[in-house]
């Protein structure tokens, strides 16, 4: 998975299709990520005694991670995520303008 937490995205496909966010928490083994203020539902919510009463909350719920695009802020564009071997160091880099994420 080359996403990480920080990293900056649009999203491609569904409600919320061109909004831009951060990435807040990656889940590798779902193939999701969570991104605050996108995809967002209500949840309805029974009461459940005094000190807990009902009602209607915002959740946001993950997305997959084919419906996110990586967003590079140096060529100020969508882009794919590539790996550049350097010095024995590891490093990603967008593939638009090759600079290092």
Known sequence: MKLRTNDHII???G???GRK????KVFPKEGKVLIPGINVYKKHLKPR?????GGIVDKVLPLSIS???FWCSK???RTRI???E???EKNRICKKCGSII
Do not use: F
């Not at 005694?49 to 009463?53: A, H, I, M, R, T």
């Open 11 to 13: 999203v491609l496909r």
């Open 15 to 17: 409600k919320d299709k």
């Open 21 to 24: 966010g951060k990435i807040q």
């Open 49 to 53: 005694g005094e000190g807990k009463p």
């Open 67 to 69: 419906n996110v695009a």
């Open 75 to 77: 060529c100020n564009q």
């Open 82 to 84: 590539g790996w550049q």
């Open 86 to 88: 350097n010095k024995g």
